[in-house]
């Protein structure tokens, strides 16, 4: 099955600086990659997603590129602010049957 | 739309107990997966069903774990006996054919002793 890993597990930066989290996936036939933000103790909620015919997509100070080539796609995070302080996960799907395989996890801290 | 709905929201119980968690996906939507969120192996998926039919549950770690989805509008995930290393958070989520987004709810906060 598919096998998505993700990079780095913890990343502390500045408010106002950029934050940028890697993951790889496995399965060529993967063709769509969303990216969930958890706060503590609440759910996995959608924040940007892309299919593998777009190499990358914006949404104000968040932005997802993709490289399929090279099986790995990034979430890009500009001007962070302290409510950006979360666990974000990226995930791979083929599609067909919606399965998402999930990467680990990155803890993101956003410095005051 | 109130979402996704999971009850009860925290179950603590007794190893050897029956554990029974309850979803309510968003109506009109036709898939329906379940979860489990630990620290050590993040999020795992379990099980999932299309229009009540389960398709894959490859990821039902034993016999102890069952998950039934009687009708669209409810689902149960059981632990029969329950055991301490199923302590987790399982969530479930619910997402309509022809869309990519999966809607996730609250979750369920499993301690078992």
């Known amino acids: 099955g598919e096998n998505v890993e993700q990079h780095p597990s913890t990343l502390s930066v500045q408010e106002g600086d950029s934050a940028v989290i890697k993951c790889t996936y496995s399965?060529?036939?993967?063709?769509?990659f969303p990216w969930y933000k958890q706060e503590l103790g609440k759910r996995p909620q959608l924040i940007i997603d892309?299919?593998?015919?777009?190499g990358e997509k914006k949404d104000q100070r968040i932005a997802v590129t993709l490289n399929k080539t090279a099986k790995h796609f990034s979430l890009h995070i500009t001007e962070t602010q302290p409510e950006d302080s979360a666990v974000y996960f990226c995930?791979?799907?083929?599609?067909?049957?919606?399965?998402?395989?999930f990467g680990a996890g990155t803890t993101v801290t956003v410095r005051a | 739309d109130a979402g996704v709905i999971q009850s009860p929201r925290h179950e603590v119980t007794e190893m050897g107990q029956e554990v029974t968690l309850r979803c309510k996906p968003i109506s009109g939507h036709d898939y329906l997966f379940w979860y489990r969120q630990t620290m050590m192996r993040g999020l795992e998926l379990l099980i999932y069903f299309n229009n009540n039919v389960p398709i894959d549950d490859s990821g039902m770690p034993e016999d102890r774990f069952s998950a039934k989805m009687p009708n669209a509008s409810f689902s149960t995930l059981k632990i029969q006996p329950s055991e301490p290393r199923d302590s987790a958070v399982y969530f479930c989520a619910s997402l309509e054919r022809g869309e990519d987004t999966q809607y996730f709810g609250p979750g369920t906060r499993l301690t078992v002793l």
């Open positions: 399965d060529s036939a993967s063709n769509y």
């Open positions: 892309i299919r593998s015919n777009v």
């Open positions: 995930a791979a799907s083929i599609g067909v049957d919606y399965k998402l395989s």
